[in-house]
């Protein structure tokens, strides 16, 4: 019921920004959340920052102030965005969009992933 194509991403240095995007095409009329999630190498997935459809945002404590996480709808797609600012080493990670989709689907889909790299 969804596709999921991820841009963006890439080697930054620390200090630096990047923004990553994520364009939703399919039941755009179910989207509940959309969300961020990243996994370093030998972590486990963690949750970034999410949006809902109502455009509530929460973010992971580490990158509040940072990051902002935000949507914009258009007729056929839904972009989300994760803008990255004053990036850190330890935001080195593969980051994975995310959209829950509502009832009567009730069903996660998944992005391809994109790496960030940040260096010191």
């Known amino acids: 019921q969804m596709q999921l194509v991820e841009s963006g991403g890439g080697l930054a240095q620390a200090g630096g920004s990047l923004r990553l995007s994520c364009a939703a095409s399919g039941r755009l009329d179910r989207i509940h959340t959309m969300r961020w999630y990243r996994q370093a190498p030998g972590k486990q997935r963690e949750l970034v920052a999410s949006i809902t459809s109502g455009d509530s945002t929460n973010y992971l404590d580490s990158v509040k102030g940072r990051f902002t996480i935000s949507r914009d709808n258009a007729r056929n797609t839904v972009t989300v965005y994760l803008q990255m600012n004053n990036l850190k080493p330890e935001d080195t990670a593969v980051y994975y969009c995310?959209?829950?989709?509502?009832?009567?689907?009730?069903?996660?889909?998944w992005g391809q992933g994109t790496q960030v790299t940040v260096s010191s």
């Open positions: 995310n959209v829950y989709l509502g009832w009567p689907y009730s069903q996660d889909y």
